[in-house]
């Protein structure tokens, strides 16, 4: 089960809706999405779970490109939502590598290619096809800092309560639990 919600920070606070990603192929898509939700330049959080094994946090601010956080690249990258977040760049791949993008849609966390620990992970390290999606977080983990959340904090979050502690520390919790 999956909660996608965006929060629009306004003059007066926060604002939250609930959004379906149906329609939404690719991070520039999402970002596209959240602009619609923004007023004027002020940050707009696109935010997306999947129950208990990952989450993820999109900011988008004007035109900016968009900076992302997810709590697990493993877990994200075998849920269509999740590779929405999962640019080429952010795994620190080649764009052209349009083979290991299509190797890694259908895991299922059983694979043989599958990394042991993170320690020995080499985002460079790409023959042969294996997986190369790192497990635990990836991205900026600094987005939300000037917001009231640090990187370590946001680290250490668990998936199933993730984004109700984020809103807490944005101070949006009603606002963000009136759409859930």
């Known amino acids: 089960m999956y909660f996608a919600a965006l929060l629009a920070r306004t003059e007066d606070g926060w604002e939250a809706s609930d959004t379906e990603l149906d329609d939404v192929e690719t991070l520039a898509d999402l970002a596209d999405l959240a602009r619609e939700a923004a007023t004027d330049d002020e940050p707009v959080l696109a935010c997306i779970e999947q129950e208990g094994a990952w989450f993820g946090v ?7 490109d968009p900076r992302v956080f997810v709590s697990d690249a493993a877990a994200a990258m075998r849920s269509s939502y999740g590779e929405i977040l999962l640019s080429d760049e952010l795994l620190g791949r080649e764009p052209e590598d349009l083979e290991a993008l299509d ?4 895991l299922d966390g059983t694979e043989d290619g599958e990394p042991d620990s993170k320690e020995g992970f080499d985002s460079g390290d790409q023959a042969g096809g294996s997986d190369t999606t790192p497990p635990g977080p ?8 000037d917001l009231g959340m640090d ?6 979050l668990a998936p199933e ?7 807490d520390a944005l101070g949006c919790t009603d606002v963000l639990e009136a759409v859930r």
């Open 161 to 167: 309560d993730a984004l109700s502690e984020i809103a």
């Open 103 to 106: 190797q890694l849609v259908d």
């Open 138 to 145: 990836i991205g900026d983990a600094k987005l939300l800092a």
């Open 151 to 156: 990187d370590k904090a946001l680290v250490s």
């Open 58 to 64: 999109v900011r988008i601010e004007g035109e900016d």
